[in-house]
């Protein structure tokens, strides 16, 4: 269970009427036709099993999405453009909208730039690959410990994301923030890398939001699918959802409650955590 469900800091506890009442006009969005997803990432995706938490999410607050992830353990975006899987699963799949999370901390730079070209060049593929088939593209950021690191890699997405005329959507500074307020929460898995179960949440939280262009409400949901472990394996061009039955999950289901989601909320309504 999230730590965030057990001993809510606080802060939290303090922030929640607020929350309530800055958030719940941002609640309500109107509901629409389903959309589909495709997630292209790798672990930092899979663990936890982000789009089910997303898709999860959106139902319970009237919405309808389905989501698949195309993704392997340590991938690059620029390895599912090179052996073509993106292109394949795309072009059958009629997707309403491409999420892309890069590995974690690649754009935020390297010794010679050659990591940061390749970041680049794959999303402008991506991209383009999207916009061929009338889809849109959210690129989900990724994070990293050292405060700096952070900095510069949320800057180099945004960036990216203007360049390329994708929608952002920032977790370096956020999660930070947040983690900084509620040092207790489940942000990380036990690996300290990987995203822990509070993280999912607030990624499916903010891509909520970005989707939607409204908070989601304080309402508690189940995820009926399998939460994914680290080092599970996928091989694409084979979607997750093609071994559902074959891969052992780290749990079969998640429960969310109202709490949970009360005290994310909460914590992206404090001034700070609301800065990009």
């Given amino acids: 269970m999230p730590l965030l469900s057990r001993r809510c800091c606080a802060l939290v ?3 929640l009427g607020l929350a309530v009442l800055v958030l719940a006009p941002l609640a ?4 629409a036709q389903e959309q589909r997803l495709l997630f292209i990432g790798n672990s930092l995706v899979y663990t936890g099993n982000l789009p089910a938490v997303l898709d999860a999410l959106a139902a319970a607050n009237g ?3 389905h989501s698949e992830m195309l993704v392997k353990a340590g991938a690059t975006l620029q390895q599912r453009v090179a052996d073509g899987s993106a292109r394949a699963v795309v072009e059958r ?3 309403d909208r491409l999420v892309l999370q890069e590995r974690g901390g690649e754009l935020a730079g390297d010794r010679d730039g050659a990591r940061v070209r390749q970041s680049e060049a794959a999303h ?22 050292d405060a700096r690191v952070a900095e510069r890699l949320q800057r180099a997405e945004a960036s990216l994301a203007r360049r390329l005329r994708l929608r952002h959507v920032p977790v370096a500074l956020p999660l930070l923030r947040v983690r900084a307020a509620a040092p207790q929460g489940a942000w990380l898995a036990e690996d300290g890398l990987h995203p822990g179960a509070d993280l999912t949440l607030l990624e499916a939280v903010l891509l909520y939001r970005e989707i939607y ?3 989601p409400a ?5 995820v009926p699918a399998p939460l994914y472990a680290p080092q599970t394996r996928f091989d694409p061009p084979r979607l997750a959802s093609d071994y559902a039955l074959q891969r052992e999950p ?27």
């Fill in 13 to 15: 506890r303090l922030a």
């Fill in 28 to 31: 309500v969005a109107s509901a």
């Fill in 63 to 65: 919405q309808r999405l």
């Fill in 93 to 95: 799949g009629h997707y």
């Fill in 124 to 145: 402008a593929a991506l991209a383009a690959l999207a916009r061929a088939h009338a889809a849109s593209v959210l690129l989900l950021g990724t994070y990293q410990d």
């Fill in 213 to 215: 262009r409204a908070w």
């Fill in 218 to 222: 304080a309402v508690g949901f189940r």
């Fill in 250 to 276: 780290a749990a079969p289901s998640r429960e969310v409650s109202a709490a949970d989601m009360a005290a994310v909320l909460a914590l992206l309504a404090a001034p700070s955590a609301g800065r990009n």
